[in-house]
């Protein structure tokens, strides 16, 4: 975790804390993902929060690619969330299954890059059954479209002996 202000806490990918201008990183380093947590933990300290252990196995586990267009993670008690530079969130869930979660995350942008289409959100808390969610394109705005009706005549006829609400004729 980067020293910094308090985070929001349900952060987005465009909304995770920057980290601190006074940390320096190593040179050839492009950025360090942001961990998001309410724990408050010191510079050149041990992680011992279990929340922030968890997403960075998260984080060690994803392929190197995807990896390096990392964001940030949130963690919390029932999940883990990694959010991605131009690309979906992943939600893991816990960190059970992680191996099985990665190749099920790997499979799932796999078939969304195959056709072209983005992904916007990936669900891999359960493995076996894994959610993604595609970018929509816009709704088109069309012009609507006129109804044509046939002519009708002004002057209705009914044939004789039919029955009729407007005609009220006796016996």
């Given at each position: 975790m980067l020293p910094g202000p308090s985070p929001s806490p349900a952060p987005s990918s465009t909304s995770l804390p920057q980290p601190s201008a006074s940390i320096v990183l190593p040179h050839g380093t492009r950025h360090l993902p942001v961990i998001v947590t309410d724990a408050s933990l010191r510079v050149g300290g041990t992680v011992t929060d279990p929340h922030v252990r968890n997403a960075l196995a998260v984080l060690a586990a994803l392929p190197r690619p995807l990896r390096r267009t990392v964001l940030g993670a949130s963690a919390t008690e029932t999940s883990i969330r990694v959010?991605?530079?131009?690309?979906?969130?992943?939600e893991f869930g816990d960190t059970g299954a992680l191996a099985g979660k990665v190749l099920?995350?790997?499979?799932?942008?796999?078939?969304?890059r195959a056709r072209h289409v983005t992904c916007t959100f990936v669900d891999v808390s359960v493995?076996?059954?894994?959610?993604?969610?595609?970018?929509?394109?816009?709704?088109s705005v069309q012009a609507p479209t006129p109804t044509v009706t046939a002519p009708t005549s002004s002057a209705t006829s009914t044939p004789q002996n039919t029955p009729s609400a407007t005609r009220t004729s006796m016996p």
């Open positions: 959010y991605v530079r131009a690309g979906p969130t992943i099920a995350l790997k499979a799932v942008l796999g078939r969304y493995p076996d059954r894994p959610l993604g969610a595609p970018l929509l394109p816009a709704p």
